[in-house]
T-cell receptor, first 115, second 112 residues
């Protein structure tokens, strides 16, 4: 099938702690992979993406590496801030090169960072 | 602001009523998508337009749901005879490439 599995939350960390949110996917091909973030009361914002194996997406101190051998795209940040508190969604496109539209999302991981 | 906009942001309706939501995509984007998000879940794909053509529809889009994009710009999503199970956040996204999608703030629907 075509699915995305993320670690369940909530994740609670102290400021400046290291963050990892695990994400794995199933696919018949080599899809583009994404992390989106949703702040309270807002829509989804694209955080980072990677389009092929071994690509590393990065933005705002967050990183994720496309691992084809483990079908994973784990999100990491070395030092979280209170302002990073949000829900994080891992997503995949149907297949790289597909002209169809849909994204498949994980269930989301709630992150709360305490000062 | 040149992002995706949606109207209304919130809608409360009684069961059995019809509702219509509007989405205005980023102006140069020819692709437009609708998703539905229920509490504690990730967004689920509903439908996809390229210009004015509706190219993909999910099984979630029952015959009570209809979406249009008449001039290839804004889009509307109508739900007829609403049911309590339709209560959700309805998200619109747009893009100029097949994969990277930019989302609007969503319309939260509550069916009483």
């Amino acid at each position: 099938g075509n699915s995305v599995t993320q670690m369940e939350g909530p994740v609670t960390l102290s400021e400046e702690a290291f963050l990892t949110i695990n994400c794995t996917y199933t696919a018949t091909g080599y899809p583009s992979l994404f992390w989106y973030v949703q702040y309270p009361g807002e829509g989804l914002q694209l955080l980072l993406k990677a389009t092929k194996a071994d690509d590393k997406g990065s933005n705002k101190g967050f990183e994720a590496t496309y691992r084809k051998e483990t079908t994973s795209f784990h999100l990491e940040k070395g030092s979280v801030q209170v302002s990073d508190s949000a829900v994080y969604f891992c997503a995949r496109h149907l297949d790289r090169g597909s002209t169809l539209g849909r994204l498949y999302f994980g269930r989301g991981t709630q992150l709360t960072v305490w000062p | 602001d040149t992002g995706v906009s949606q109207d209304p942001r919130h809608k409360i309706t009684k069961r059995g009523q019809n509702v219509t939501f509007r989405c205005d995509p980023i102006s140069e984007h020819n692709r437009l998508y609708w998703y539905r998000q229920t509490l504690g879940q990730g967004p689920e794909f509903l439908t996809y337009f390229q210009n004015e053509a509706q190219l993909e529809k999910s099984r979630l889009l029952s015959d009570r749901f209809s979406a249009e994009r008449p001039k290839g710009s804004f889009s509307t999503l109508e739900i007829q005879r609403t049911e309590q199970g339709d209560s959700a956040m309805y998200l619109c996204a747009s893009s100029s490439t097949p994969d990277t999608q930019y989302f609007g703030p969503g319309t939260r629907l509550t069916v009483l």
